[in-house]
């Protein structure tokens, strides 16, 4: 008698997350944060998408944060591998051409990314340890046995700090294991440090908000995103917050939504937030 054995399958499969939740986590925490970049703390209460401000944009316009994520994902997806000239070239139609952009405008340059840029080589003192290749370098976890130095590589394009290098290293790695489903305390827990200098992840879910500072220096941020995170419960909740902790708004929504997007599913942005977001095509085109 034959046996139908997919009756003894469970209903719903658990999706495996992919790049697709990531990269439209960061587009929106990116464009729900763009109008308030630079607002401090408590003067602001975001609740929904909103527009102009900081930089006079329509709703849903993200920003420099999800061009470069995107002319990353590009390249990666056309060449098959990373490709470091190549990245760079793209960067580079970004900067001096409004490729990769939501409404054909350039704006929010980081200072170490222009100069980066336009020179071909990653800045390397202490002072340029910004979020700017942090909030960029998400594709990467999706990246078939991709290596640490290629990682760091990739950050080094612009950002070539040791510090940077290493929080792009320890977020990817972050991501990676929520991808296999590894509960995000466990992964603050246990994962391998790059250094000292990010002890500090063991016991971020219970800092208390006044001690998270959410500026765009890169340990500020990462350590922002991550408290958001092990604060939140869902893909809205941990938008808002991010957005609310005020001054570098729009790359801690990046940085937050990326990864929130991976835990909760592209299926648990709010369809009201999507339907705003301009140039989807663009993004859809760039996913591998
Ligand atoms: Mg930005």
Not at 148 to 170: G, M
Not at 195 to 204: A, C, G, L, P
């Amino acid at each position: 008698m034959f046996e139908n054995k997919m009756q003894n399958l469970p209903i719903t499969m658990t999706k495996c997350p992919t790049m697709r939740d990531a990269i439209y986590g960061l587009a929106i925490g990116d464009a729900m944060g763009v109008p308030w970049e630079f607002t401090p703390r408590g003067s602001f209460c975001v609740t929904d998408m909103t527009g102009y401000g900081t930089y006079g944009q329509p709703a849903g316009t993200w920003s420099d944060d999800t061009a470069l994520t995107l002319a990353t994902c590009y390249s990666i997806k056309h060449r098959g591998c990373i490709d470091l000239a190549d990245i760079l070239n793209c960067f580079r139609n970004w900067l001096y051409k409004a490729q990769f952009t939501a409404t054909g405008e350039v704006f929010d340059v980081g200072s170490t990314t222009r100069i980066a840029i336009g020179r071909g080589e990653g800045e390397s003192d202490e002072q340029s340890n910004g979020n700017g290749s942090l909030m960029r370098i998400i594709p990467l976890a999706f990246v078939k046995d991709i290596k640490e130095q290629e990682i760091a590589a990739v950050s080094a394009l612009t950002h070539a700090h040791r510090l940077s290098t290493d929080a792009c290293i320890l977020y990817v790695n972050i991501a990676r294991q929520l991808i296999q489903k590894v509960p995000l305390q466990l992964i603050y827990r246990n994962i391998a440090l790059p250094s000292s200098d990010f002890e500090w992840i063991r016991s971020i879910d219970t800092w208390l908000e006044s001690e998270i500072k959410s500026s765009g220096y890169v340990l500020d941020t990462l350590q922002a995103s991550l408290w958001v995170l092990a604060n939140s419960d869902s893909f809205y909740e941990a938008i808002l917050k991010a957005v609310n902790l005020g001054d570098d708004t729009d790359t801690v929504g990046a940085v937050t939504g990326a990864l929130a997007g991976i835990i909760y599913g592209y299926q648990s942005i709010p369809e009201i937030w999507m339907s705003q977001l301009q140039n989807r095509d663009l993004i859809e085109e760039c996913l591998f």
